[in-house]
């Protein structure tokens, strides 16, 4: 089955240190993975997403992740995190049966950045 | 912030009765899904349209049902709610087609926030 875990409820940095959020999926066929933040209150915005090439992807805010075939993971980092990017992570896969219009989403990953 | 938008902003319902909750999709997109998210839990597929008709959907009972309009903008409908119904509806429009536009990132509304008593 199409499947996503975040092995993690939350994970806490201190500002200025490097951050990262884990994701493992469990798909058939090539992965189209994506990660998402929710800030409270509101809906979610996109941050990255990998479909193909380069391992190492690069999104918005700083934020990249890190696709392993091998250990079938999509890891989100940051070199070093803000105060502001305290929110909730949520990565996500589709699932390309059907065509792949659904997307599946992990639980979520709750960040908290101390100053 | 995206260019979807939705409505309203909070709901309260009773157990039972029936809701309609809107949405306006990003210009230039053709593609709106729907999603429930529980307190708590990442969201959970209900279904999506493309072109006016639903080409998936997620494990929802029937009386979650959806229209899109002619402009792209999109309705999500439930009848007979239950308590287990309250959640933050988000709606998503990506470009899309009909084989799902599976390489296509998705644009996430504010979401409505509907309280079944």
């Known amino acids: 089955a199409q499947s996503v875990a975040q092995p993690e409820d939350q994970v806490k940095v201190a500002e200025g240190n490097p951050l990262t959020v884990k994701c493992t999926y469990s798909?058939?066929?090539?992965?189209?993975l994506f990660w998402y933040v929710q800030y409270p209150n509101r809906g979610l915005q996109f941050l990255l997403k990998?479909?193909?090439?380069?391992?190492l992807v690069k999104g918005s805010y700083g934020f990249e992740a890190e696709f392993n075939k091998s250990q079938t993971s999509f890891h989100l980092k940051k070199p070093s995190a803000l105060v502001s990017d305290s929110a909730l992570y949520f990565c996500?896969?589709?699932?390309?049966?059907?065509?792949?219009?659904?997307?599946?989403f992990g639980a979520g990953t709750r960040l908290f950045v101390k100053a | 912030e995206t260019g979807v938008t939705q409505s309203p902003t909070h709901l309260i319902k009773t157990r039972g009765q029936q809701v309609t909750l809107r949405c306006s999709s990003q210009?230039?997109?053709?593609?709106v899904s729907w999603y429930q998210q529980a307190l708590g839990q990442g969201p959970q597929f209900i279904f999506q349209?493309?072109?006016?008709?639903?080409?998936g959907r997620g494990n929802f009972p029937p009386r979650f049902s959806g229209l899109q309009f002619p402009n792209y903008s999109s309705e999500l409908n439930v009848n007979a709610l239950e308590l287990d119904d309250s959640a933050l509806y988000l709606c998503a429009s990506s470009e899309g087609g009909a084989s799902g536009g599976a390489r296509d990132t998705q644009y996430f509304g504010p979401g409505t926030r509907l309280t079944v008593l």
């Open positions: 349209y493309y072109r006016e008709e639903e080409n």
């Open positions: 798909v058939s066929g090539n992965p189209y």
């Open positions: 996500a896969v589709r699932d390309m049966r059907n065509g792949g219009f659904k997307t599946i």
């Open positions: 990998y479909i193909t090439g380069d391992n």
């Open positions: 210009s230039g997109h053709n593609t």
